[in-house]
Protein backbone atom coordinates (compact mmCIF):
# COMPACT_ATOMS: atom_id res chain seq x y z
CA UNK A 1 0.00 0.00 0.00
CA UNK A 2 2.75 2.25 1.05
CA UNK A 3 4.13 1.86 -2.39
CA UNK A 4 1.06 2.72 -4.23
CA UNK A 5 0.79 6.13 -2.14
CA UNK A 6 4.49 6.76 -3.03
CA UNK A 7 3.94 6.52 -6.64
CA UNK A 8 1.00 8.64 -6.59
CA UNK A 9 1.95 11.42 -4.15
CA UNK A 10 5.26 11.59 -6.31
CA UNK A 11 3.27 11.80 -9.90
CA UNK A 12 1.36 14.43 -8.07
CA UNK A 13 4.43 16.43 -7.07
CA UNK A 14 6.46 15.86 -9.55
CA UNK A 15 2.99 17.79 -10.93
CA UNK A 16 3.53 20.61 -9.49
CA UNK A 17 7.14 20.86 -10.44
CA UNK A 18 6.19 20.15 -14.16
CA UNK A 19 3.71 23.35 -13.87
CA UNK A 20 6.41 25.82 -12.10
CA UNK A 21 8.49 24.35 -14.74
CA UNK A 22 5.82 24.83 -17.84
CA UNK A 23 4.83 28.68 -16.49
CA UNK A 24 1.24 26.54 -15.70
CA UNK A 25 -0.99 28.54 -13.25
CA UNK A 26 -3.86 26.66 -14.11
CA UNK A 27 -2.60 23.21 -13.46
CA UNK A 28 -0.35 24.90 -10.39
CA UNK A 29 -3.49 25.88 -8.64
CA UNK A 30 -5.42 22.53 -9.56
CA UNK A 31 -2.77 20.64 -7.29
CA UNK A 32 -2.88 22.62 -4.27
CA UNK A 33 -5.52 23.01 -1.96
CA UNK A 34 -7.95 25.98 -1.49
CA UNK A 35 -6.26 26.37 2.14
CA UNK A 36 -3.12 25.28 1.05
CA UNK A 37 0.06 26.29 3.53
CA UNK A 38 3.39 26.89 2.15
CA UNK A 39 6.36 27.48 4.15
CA UNK A 40 9.81 28.36 2.54
CA UNK A 41 12.72 30.58 3.19
CA UNK A 42 11.27 33.53 2.28
CA UNK A 43 7.74 32.96 4.35
CA UNK A 44 4.96 31.87 4.15
CA UNK A 45 2.40 31.25 0.73
CA UNK A 46 -0.99 30.29 0.22
CA UNK A 47 -2.58 29.03 -3.15
CA UNK A 48 -3.01 32.52 -4.61
CA UNK A 49 0.34 32.99 -3.50
CA UNK A 50 2.04 29.97 -4.82
CA UNK A 51 0.36 29.67 -8.36
CA UNK A 52 0.76 33.38 -8.46
CA UNK A 53 4.45 33.44 -8.81
CA UNK A 54 3.94 31.97 -12.47
CA UNK A 55 2.34 35.17 -13.24
CA UNK A 56 5.45 36.05 -15.75
CA UNK A 57 6.04 32.34 -16.60
CA UNK A 58 7.99 29.57 -15.66
CA UNK A 59 10.44 29.87 -12.48
CA UNK A 60 12.35 27.14 -13.11
CA UNK A 61 14.10 26.01 -15.94
CA UNK A 62 14.83 22.50 -14.45
CA UNK A 63 14.35 20.21 -11.74
CA UNK A 64 15.09 16.72 -10.13
CA UNK A 65 13.67 14.53 -7.57
CA UNK A 66 15.63 11.97 -5.57
CA UNK A 67 15.42 9.67 -2.51
CA UNK A 68 11.31 9.90 -1.89
CA UNK A 69 9.80 8.28 0.91
CA UNK A 70 6.34 8.71 2.18
CA UNK A 71 4.42 8.33 5.26
CA UNK A 72 0.97 7.53 4.94
CA UNK A 73 -0.26 8.64 9.23
CA UNK A 74 -4.19 8.09 8.33
CA UNK A 75 -6.17 6.93 5.17
CA UNK A 76 -6.13 9.55 2.51
CA UNK A 77 -3.15 11.64 3.52
CA UNK A 78 0.03 11.40 2.86
CA UNK A 79 3.60 12.90 3.69
CA UNK A 80 6.32 12.88 0.93
CA UNK A 81 9.34 13.71 1.71
CA UNK A 82 12.64 14.14 -1.17
CA UNK A 83 15.75 15.93 -2.15
CA UNK A 84 15.26 18.51 -5.07
CA UNK A 85 17.69 19.42 -7.21
CA UNK A 86 16.81 22.61 -9.50
CA UNK A 87 17.74 25.77 -11.33
CA UNK A 88 15.64 28.66 -11.71
CA UNK A 89 15.23 30.44 -14.91
CA UNK A 90 18.21 32.82 -15.57
CA UNK A 91 20.41 31.16 -13.50
CA UNK A 92 23.41 29.31 -14.28
CA UNK A 93 23.40 28.15 -10.72
CA UNK A 94 22.10 24.36 -9.54
CA UNK A 95 20.21 24.52 -6.26
CA UNK A 96 18.90 21.43 -3.58
CA UNK A 97 16.40 21.72 -0.84
CA UNK A 98 14.99 19.07 1.21
CA UNK A 99 10.76 19.18 0.79
CA UNK A 100 8.19 17.54 3.01
CA UNK A 101 4.67 17.64 1.53
CA UNK A 102 1.69 16.62 2.89
CA UNK A 103 -1.47 15.68 0.28
CA UNK A 104 -4.68 14.49 0.85
CA UNK A 105 -6.77 12.13 -1.34
CA UNK A 106 -10.30 13.95 -2.14
CA UNK A 107 -12.13 11.69 -4.29
CA UNK A 108 -9.37 9.89 -5.94
CA UNK A 109 -7.38 12.94 -6.17
CA UNK A 110 -4.32 13.93 -4.46
CA UNK A 111 -4.33 17.62 -3.20
CA UNK A 112 -1.39 19.43 -1.79
CA UNK A 113 -2.10 20.76 1.74
CA UNK A 114 0.92 21.79 2.94
CA UNK A 115 4.44 21.95 1.99
CA UNK A 116 7.75 23.16 3.64
CA UNK A 117 11.15 24.05 1.82
CA UNK A 118 14.47 23.87 3.87
CA UNK A 119 17.40 24.64 1.94
CA UNK A 120 20.44 21.94 1.73
CA UNK A 121 23.21 22.75 4.06
CA UNK A 122 20.77 24.96 6.08
CA UNK A 123 21.75 25.02 9.90
CA UNK A 124 20.09 23.33 12.75
CA UNK A 125 17.99 24.81 15.28
Not at 43 to 72: E, Y
Amino acid sequence: MTEDVLAQVLAAETAVWQALADGDMAADRALLAPGFLGVYPTGFANRDDHSGQLAQGPTIDTFRISDPRVIAPAPDLALLAYRADFRRCGSDREEAMFVASLWQRQGGTWINLFSQDTPQGAALP
